[in-house]
């Protein structure tokens, strides 16, 4: 498909291939332009590309005829330590976790017209469907993995965030609670001296930047220290709408040093990196709140995102009415759950 062809010649050829029966062809085409546009769009596909996967390479479960992937995790290794010469290894049975990547069918609403009433359209009909049922679909992506995320990185109520440590500084607080899942903080609020490391109310600082993107790096023992070693990420990107992403613009010159600061106030903030981060940015208000920010480890560290069917365009002419929507077959999963973080900056 050429891109420099007029939205009227695009539609006459569309529906050419209705009129010759080639209802294959034209949803094909169609096909191929709204893969390109989901994959673009959609928030979870910028976090965790998306693998092809076959039926073949599913695994069958008891109890269930939905599919499923099973994920092996990495094999836990002890720590090494230093021991008398002439001193034997003491034995370790090997263990590793696995979980599971459950599918589910992404639908779009069923659009139906009389193709009479459609040949009146200068604009390409493909376009429409792009700009309104494709972003309907990827949202079906993206509201339940976020969901995911703020589950896992959610304070523990049974567990108080009023610790304190000490430094040259003096006393305070060792930030919000921790996580219910993995027992470690990844959730600061800087919109409360509770809620984090620095304990006091920042909001969208050069303080409160630096100190969110340790979130990940601070590493965190498990429960049995002695069969597998401490986990260590860092965070590779920053994801956060595109209101939040303009406070950048905000910074003066004596805080963000140099010319940076005239450069993002006379061309705006745009996706790349910032504090040595990519930074990811949607429209998505409603999914990405103002003021909040996720961080989160390269995909080898995070999950897995499966397509077993890639989004695809079924199309049928009945008599006069047309009829198409789109579907796909998606599985998505968090197995790293210490490779995800969030921030409240106001």
Known sequence: MTNNQSASVLSTQFFSKLASGQQKEAAEAATDYTR????????????????????????NQLGTDQPVKIVEKEIQTPLGSSVPFSSLPSNVEMSWSKYPVNFARILTKNFIKDVQLLKGFNADIRNIFK?????????????????????????????????????VFGTYPTGNAVSALTGKVQYYDWTTALGNPLGLTSGFTR??????????????TLANATVATPIRLKPELVLMNANTYSEYEKFTRDTMGGDKSQELFEKGAK??????LKHVTTLKDDIILDGEAYY???????GKFYELESPTMFMELRAYMLEFFCYSCIGASIGNPYGVAKVKFF
Request: charged share 20%; hydrophobic share 40%.
């Open 296 to 302: 989160f480890a390269a995909p080898q560290f995070l």
């Open 131 to 167: 700009d309104n049922a494709i972003q309907d679909m990827s949202t079906s992506e993206d509201v339940p993995f976020i969901a995911l995320v703020n589950n896992i990185v959610k304070a523990n109520s049974n567990v108080a965030a009023s610790a304190t440590q000490s430094n």
């Open 36 to 59: 390109l546009t989901l994959r673009d769009e959609g928030i979870l596909r910028k976090i965790l590309p998306a693998e092809s996967i076959t039926e073949s390479q599913l695994d």
């Open 271 to 276: 996706d790349g990196t910032m504090n040595g």
């Open 207 to 220: 303080d409160a930047l630096v100190e969110s993107k340790k979130i990940l790096t601070k590493s965190h």
